[in-house]
């Protein structure tokens, strides 16, 4: 019978406690004694040290739990927006009530709240003592996430300070702290910044295992950037290796989880990598799509820059196809965009591959154009291959119509560029195209000489 009344008065105190925690939280955070003896202290009505001895005693926080801290916490996150030093107060004096009352669990995320309060250089002993105190509570009662976060604050300090090594002993503990299925956002950073300091040690494979780990928990955890980013700095290690087929995988997830994010600019970014991949895996109708893509993206942000790569590499890809007209309509948007940028040798390598067109479908006027208007911005290029091409596709568009003299004039110089780039097979080249232009003049003796020239050229070639 002793035992049911026993029972019945703790069911009735528990009932009681509940009550009175749900009457302090509808009265509201400002009825909290802790509440009221910080703003004693902030309005000068208190010192602080009497304060922190009221809120230590049973008196004052007798009847208080830990979700009344917790949600004092709240608060003080609240009033930190517009009132930092009365929210550090709040802040001190929750810890010190957690501390009198033995709630170490949340002591712990007390202590990491007043660290990351503490702003000012002067107050940095204070911060890190925090941190400390927080890692020390959470080590002992096995809070893992308490742990984790504490280790990497400290770390952040210590990069601070210069001190790289006790950095990277904290960020390593921080990962061992808890399993990888736990990781969060911090620890994924973590993961992204260690494998960073290995790479830069030359530590590769230790580098892609913690990018991989990092990318993994990124994607369980719906941190889509995170994982784009450890995922393109796997596609940098695989891509060293020349595993290209391995690096297009990674693009793809790379892919899938920028599409589901807001950043149109990384999207145009990741489809962007993906098309130029492809193209080079010789995949030329799926890097057009992403190409599309991409250029959709730019066009969206008003990227021009973006739009400018993205056009370039679509109408060299539509060449290479053979579609000329919708490389021509490319190559004309891009000149525009790169023009107002200023890109003086982007604007004459479009310019060169439309003449190139227009010269294999036999349009040499229009060819003459284009190269003419090249020929200008390469004048005083140090790109000597560049200067060559021009000049040699303007030298055999001239010689289509008829102007000998002009066209040799160009050749000469398109020579002249391939005798400087010391390259036997381009020399060659223009030496029988000159030659070719010499006999339509009568100019046989000269042109059989440079005929011989080049045999011997493709002979020692």
Excluded: C
Aim: proline fraction near 1%; hydrophobic fraction near 45%.
């Amino acid at each position: 019978m002793a035992d049911v009344r026993e029972r019945g008065w703790g069911d009735a105190q528990r009932m009681l406690e509940q009550f009175s925690r749900w009457l302090r939280r509808y009265q509201g955070t400002e009825a909290n004694p802790i509440y009221r003896l910080a703003v004693d202290v902030a309005t000068g009505r208190m010192a602080f040290e009497r304060a922190r001895d009221a809120a230590e005693s049973h008196n004052v926080n007798g009847r208080l739990a830990d979700s009344d801290l917790l949600d004092l916490d709240q608060q003080v996150e609240s009033e930190a927006r517009n009132n930092l030093q009365f929210a550090l107060i709040l802040a001190r004096l929750n810890a010190a009530t957690a501390r009198a009352k033995g709630f170490e669990k949340v002591l712990v995320d007390l202590y990491l709240r007043i660290a990351e309060l503490l702003e000012d250089e002067r107050d940095e002993s204070e911060r890190e003592y925090n941190f400390r105190e927080a890692l020390h509570i959470a080590q002992k009662i096995s809070y893992v996430s308490g742990q984790r976060r504490a280790l990497n604050r400290l770390a952040r300090i210590a990069f601070e300070r210069g001190d790289t090594e006790e950095a990277r002993d904290l960020l390593l503990q921080q990962l061992g702290a808890g399993r990888e299925e736990s990781d969060t956002g911090d620890e994924i950073e973590t993961a992204i910044l260690l494998a960073d300091i290995s790479l830069a040690d030359g530590d590769v494979a230790t580098a892609h295992d913690l990018y991989h780990r990092a990318a993994k928990s990124a994607r369980r955890i719906g941190f889509h950037s995170g994982a784009v980013d450890a995922l393109l700095r796997q596609v940098g290690i695989l891509r060293g290796r020349g595993d290209l087929q391995g690096s297009l995988q990674l693009l793809r997830q790379a892919s899938d989880s920028a599409d589901r994010t807001i950043d149109t600019a990384l999207q145009a970014e990741i489809a962007f990598r993906t098309g130029a991949l492809m193209r080079e895996l010789n995949m030329p109708d799926e890097a057009l799509d992403r190409l599309r893509v991409a250029l959709d993206r730019s066009r969206t942000l008003g990227d021009i820059a973006m739009q400018a790569r993205t056009l370039l590499m679509l109408a060299n890809l539509e060449q290479l196809l053979g579609r000329d007209e919708q490389a021509v309509q490319h190559f004309e948007e891009a000149v525009g965009i790169e023009r107002g940028l200023g890109n003086r040798g982007e604007v004459a390598r479009a310019l060169l591959a439309m003449g190139e067109i227009h010269l294999q479908k036999d349009r040499p006027s229009a060819a003459i154009a284009m190269l003419t208007e090249a020929r200008e911005m390469v004048l005083y290029s140090d790109d000597t291959h560049l200067l060559m091409k021009v000049h040699g596709l303007l030298g055999k568009a001239l010689a289509d119509q008829g102007r000998e003299r002009e066209a040799l004039e160009a050749l000469q110089t398109a020579l002249a560029s391939s005798r400087a780039l010391d390259d036997p097979t381009e020399e060659a080249r223009w030496i029988v195209t000159v030659a070719e232009v010499m006999l339509r003049t009568g100019e046989n003796h000269n042109a059989d000489e440079l005929a011989r020239r080049a045999e011997e050229l493709a002979a020692g070639s």
